[in-house]
């Protein structure tokens, strides 16, 4: 995403972070878009609305783009965050349950140098993924400024992850791949996963011409040196509000969520999450109405807010936790009764008789 973490009270005023920009078919910036209208302000709730998903306590906020993993007992929590603040770079939070939460510190406590050179006047680490293959966890992460298609996608490995250290123990890998104000893509937002024949893919991109996807090397978890194709899955009309890409495979399909619209802009964030599903993982991926997510479709799997007087508003950039018990779907949503704060959210996720996904 187009996004990054501040300290909280410049967060719920940042100007919005996404529809700020978009590029014709070489790639080329087009001047932002108009702002929209002034909306009219929703009347804020009496009394708080009953949890969305499971209730959880702790350490929740500030949570932007959330990723995370299971190890032994212990859930794993990534999100973005800024050298400037109290997230640091990488933040990281551990559960036992699912539902409480505790701040563990950095993985990253400064930027690498391969990312300032790539990205000049990059100060953050923005929305992770992480996978385990093998005995190594490998944690994807995006390097970018606002605005800007001038990005990278790094890797970085472990052998463990440390709970109460969390910055011990990574080694930096360097970029996967990068983008450039010459490419009509933009590399942040990484999403890896496994296709029934082993082979390794890596989906991501955040507006311009929308969600793209490349071949990861198994062993090495960086691009695949025999297939440099760059697969294209999913798109927008300008200004090409859509990004936060994660694919799953369940029954026989593979699953692509993505968030539409508006991300960072606090109780005014409009994003939203849909799907789409295709029995290949380049696609294409098709919504329950048939409609290709290259042609801007999508099966609304989570709306902005839950009714008019919502608490919590801008649902979106999701990661799927798969585990034997049953599924979750995991995300940030800005919190009206905190000034907008953007929050960590867990709903279970099941499928229909169909095979869609359902939060809940």
């Known amino acids: ?33 108009a702002p929209a209208p002034t909306p009219t302000p929703t009347p804020t709730p009496t009394a708080s609305p009953t949890p969305v998903g ?48 505790t701040w563990r510190g950095p993985a990253y406590t400064a930027l690498p140098a391969w990312a300032t050179t790539a990205v000049p006047g990059t100060s953050g680490i923005w929305a992770p993924d992480i996978v385990k293959r093998g005995g190594e966890f490998r944690l994807y992460y995006s390097v970018s ?7 990278a996608i790094g890797l970085t490995t472990t052998n463990a ?43 991501f991109g955040s507006f311009w ?5 490349v071949r990861l090397d198994p062993a090495t978890g960086l691009r695949l040196a025999s297939d440099q194709t760059v697969y294209a899955l999913a798109s927008r009309p300008s200004p090409g509000a859509i990004e936060a890409p994660f694919v799953v495979r369940h029954g026989d399909y593979y699953y692509l969520f993505a968030s539409f619209d508006s991300c960072c802009k606090g109780a005014d964030s409009t994003y939203n999450t849909v799907v789409g599903r295709s029995k290949t993982p380049t696609g294409p991926y ?75």
């Open 209 to 213: 011409s929308g969600i793209k996807m």
């Open 161 to 203: 992850l440390n709970t109460n250290t969390p910055s011990t123990g990574w080694t930096d890998k360097g970029p996967v791949i990068q983008s450039s104000t010459s490419d009509n893509f933009n590399a942040i937002d990484p999403a890896v996963f496994t296709d029934a024949d082993g082979r390794e893919w890596m989906a």
């Open 145 to 151: 400024t606002f605005g800007s298609n001038r990005s």
């Open 286 to 360: 098709l919504d329950k109405s048939g409609k290709s997510m290259l042609d801007g479709g999508g099966t609304l799997v989570l709306a902005s807010g839950q009714g008019t007087n919502a608490r919590y508003v801008g649902r979106g950039h999701v990661a799927v936790l798969q585990e034997s018990t049953g599924d979750h779907i995991v995300y940030h949503a800005y919190d009206r009764e905190r000034n907008g704060a953007p929050t960590l959210q867990i709903q279970k996720l099941v499928w229909d008789a169909d095979g869609w996904p359902v939060a809940q």
């Open 54 to 101: 499971l209730a959880l306590t702790g350490d929740t906020m500030p949570v932007h783009d959330p990723a995370i993993i299971k190890d032994g007992n212990t859930y794993y929590l990534f999100a973005t965050g800024s050298v400037s603040d109290r997230e640091g770079l990488l933040a990281t939070r551990t559960s036992t349950d699912l539902k409480g939460w």
């Open 1 to 33: 995403m187009i996004r990054s973490t501040l300290p909280l009270a410049a967060l719920v005023l940042l100007a919005g972070c996404n529809g700020i920009s978009g590029s014709d078919a070489s790639g080329n910036i087009k001047a932002p878009a």
